[in-house]
């Protein structure tokens, strides 16, 4: 039997490389620590730095919680004045709330209007207040009417609507059972007919697809188009994994349409808590959002926009918005009856327009409200 001793000179090499793996693991665990909090830093930094440039000294800015339709529902109210028009966004989704997206365009136009963002039933700070409350369209509208209503006692001042993509849904519906309330409505991404948006961007993401020579995501389209064409958001049988397919394939192809949401959200000083709750919920399970705003997905099936309206109305699209489609919104605005009415297209942009273009929108925006009061 031969016996094995370590020498001086192995043990010697033992402790160095012991210690040079505690020196790596060491560097290494500050390097990843730093790679974690470095952009933390970052981020709260300039999020402090805009909590100070969109602090508002006078005028009103207030996130609270108002009575409407008899629950207790989140508003965020900004404005440099107290006597200036009003102006209530409807943000999208269904159950997407944007309460804190501020400083694209908002901010700059607040010395003019004062802003009403509402967390709608299913949405935001509301949802998570009252995560059983009833849901559907006509509860959605009786809550806006309550809250024109409280807009109007307190600040005394005419007031506008304004609706991006889902809350385009609700606001020309508000519209055309409340014209004597309001002064006019802006639909952003006017959403017209929720199937023919779906088969449009598919026709479309299937041919630019085959332009790039990506054959196999041509026919992805293909079949997942044939699974879905002939069910509705209200067929039990409708996957809503689906949905997000129909929108993020082709999605490949189309303009970009959000490129800038998680940014300006991550940087907005409101984005606390509950909002990034329901941000990370929304990215990660498709089916939290739907499977709580479902009763309104299954409306969407069967709306259909009014074909009169007796306020003045006007429609800012983006050239490249397939989800929402720019060319339904237009074949309706040619037809729609309304005293006065007014369409805009930003060319290049997609579906969030005033996130990609805010300069383009707020220019737009400004001109189409000067448009109700000519």
Known sequence: MKIYRCTNSLSRRLIIIKGSLKRILKITAIVLAAMIILPLVAIYTVRGVN????NISNGV???????????EQAIHIRGQGVNNPVIIWLHGGPGWNDTYNLSSFQNRMEHDYTFIRWDQRGSGRTYYRNPDAPLSLNIQVSDLDDLVDYATVRFNQPVYIIGHSWGSVLGITYASRHPEKIVGFVGVGQ???????TRLAIEAGIELAIQAGNLDDAEEMRTLYERIKDIGFSDENYD?????LAQGLPGRYHAPSGENVIWDSMFSPYFNFTEQRQLISLMTNIYFNFGRNRSLFNELDSFTPPERLEVPVAFIMGSEDYVTNTSLAEDYFNRVEAPSKNFFIIEGAGHNLMLSQPNAFMKILYEALAG???
Do not use: P, T, W, Y
């Open 51 to 54: 909590a100070i440039r969109l």
């Open 61 to 71: 800015q207030e996130r609270i919680f108002v009575n409407l339709g008899g629950i």
């Open 191 to 197: 959403n017209v007919n929720m199937a023919e948006n």
């Open 240 to 244: 809503f994994g689906d949905l997000a």
């Open 372 to 374: 109700f009061s000519k």
